[in-house]
T-cell receptor
């Protein structure tokens, strides 16, 4: 079956760095997405990786290793507004998104 | 980026009534739209895939007669929850795929449905 695993919850301190991991097993691979979702709101797109390596976008970076079925989202210089759920999703061979359950990130001052 | 709108953003209805939710892609044509349902503290659950001009493809366990989907044009898809019951209360989110190379889905803001 298809499976996306990510930690349920993480806590970090304002100004610090946090890495949220995601491992996946899917039928086919057409890219991995990271989304941010604040409570009561729809997800917003953060990053898209389809090739191995690191993609950097401001304070956020995303890494992919297709051979290991592994990705991480790296958040630097954490701000209180970064408190949210972070969803990992993989697009399978049918171009459908398979979603992880999300990681709730709690930022403490 | 591309913009997807949903209407209404929030609806409260009585049990037994039907509710229609609209999803529009405002500045692009969406060849495919997706309807998701999200329960509190849970991930998104794909309900159905909607292609313009054809019948929607429903995921296993989703009642197609309960959740009617119409994709009348390249910019509009509607989800109608028929004879709504309290267990249908949820956050419904649509997303649109423009069919571009980026393989990115653009999400609507979501609709909070509460059935009394």
């Amino acid at each position: 079956g298809q499976n996306i695993d990510q930690p349920t919850e993480m806590t970090a301190t304002e100004g610090a760095i946090v890495q949220i991991n995601c491992t996946y097993q899917t039928s086919g691979f057409n890219g991995l997405f990271w989304y941010q979702q604040h409570a009561g709101e729809a997800p917003t797109f953060l990053s898209y990786n389809v090739l191995d390596g690191l993609e950097e976008k401001g304070r956020f970076s995303s890494f992919l290793s297709r051979s290991k079925g592994y990705s991480y989202l790296l958040l630097k210089e954490l701000q209180m507004k970064d408190s949210a759920s972070y969803l990992c999703a993989v697009m399978d061979s049918n171009y459908q998104l398979i979603w992880g359950a999300g990681t709730k990130l709690i930022i403490k001052p | 980026g591309a913009v997807v709108s949903q209407h209404p953003s929030r609806v409260i209805c009585k049990s037994g009534t039907s509710v229609k939710i609209e999803c529009r892609s405002l500045d692009f044509q969406a060849t495919t739209m997706f309807w998701y349902r999200q329960f509190p503290k849970k991930s998104l659950m794909l309900m159905a895939t909607s292609n313009e001009g054809s019948k929607a493809t429903y995921e296993q366990g989703v009642e197609k007669d309960k959740f009617l989907i119409n994709h009348a044009s390249l910019t509009l898809s509607t989800l109608t929850v028929t004879s709504a019951h309290p267990e249908d209360s949820s956050f419904y989110i649509c997303s649109a795929h423009a069919g571009r190379e980026a393989n990115e889905q653009f999400f609507g803001p979501g609709t909070r449905l509460t059935v009394l």
